[in-house]
């Protein structure tokens, strides 16, 4: 893989105490950090620490409770029942699935300015209208079938206590009805970003 010179790529943990210097970056991109973030506020308070005044934020995450239009997604179906053993058991240690709706005000909160907040659907599944909206969910759906383990294992094996046999069998359910065609779930994808105040 070609690197362009100006590119590093670190390896650290974005909860612990930051080691750059105040103003160090121009833009700061949060993505997927959902089940891996628990104090979000102070990591918001770093980024401000850190970025260049009159320089971004940006978070992306997507609400990862699905719904439906269409009353498809089944209530009480394994795709609901993952989120709701996920929320019990990641409440638990700090995790909050709902974050990304809580982006905004947290943004604010940090002292962010000329914050604004964009949503989009984003289909589990090819059902959706159009050439685009079926490609996205499609892509949405192999993310979700194949990254299942990686999202559910550590919660359920370490937090919950689950065996392994019991996790695999219980995402086999889930993998199930996301493939299912007849269910036109969606989550909701948040873009979320704000502006350091020229002078803090």
Not at 86 to 114: H, P, Y
Request: net charge negative.
């Amino acid at each position: 893989m070609w690197v362009p010179p100006n590119v590093v790529f670190e390896i650290d943990d974005a909860e612990d105490d930051w080691m750059y210097r105040p103003s160090s970056f121009d833009f700061i991109h949060v993505r997927y950090l959902f089940h891996g973030v628990r104090n979000w506020p102070r990591l918001l308070n770093q980024a401000m620490d850190t970025l260049k005044p009159g320089c971004w934020v940006e978070l992306v995450e997507f609400h990862v409770i699905p719904d439906s239009y269409d009353n498809s997604l089944p209530k009480n179906g394994q795709i609901m029942e993952l989120y709701n053993v996920l929320a019990e058991i990641g409440s638990k240690v700090g995790i909050d699935l709902a974050v990304a709706q809580k982006f905004k005000g947290m943004i604010e909160d940090a002292g962010f300015q000329e914050v604004q907040e964009k949503v989009f659907d984003l289909p589990l599944g090819d059902w959706g209208e159009g050439r685009r909206m079926k490609e996205i969910g499609r892509c949405q759906r192999l993310q979700m079938t194949e990254g299942l383990h990686g999202i559910a294992s550590g919660l359920l094996a370490r937090v919950a206590g689950w065996s392994q046999d019991r996790i695999e069998a219980f995402l086999a359910g889930v993998r199930r009805e996301m493939n299912d065609r007849s269910v036109h779930s969606f989550y909701k994808v948040y873009f979320v970003f704000g502006r350091k105040p020229i002078s803090v």
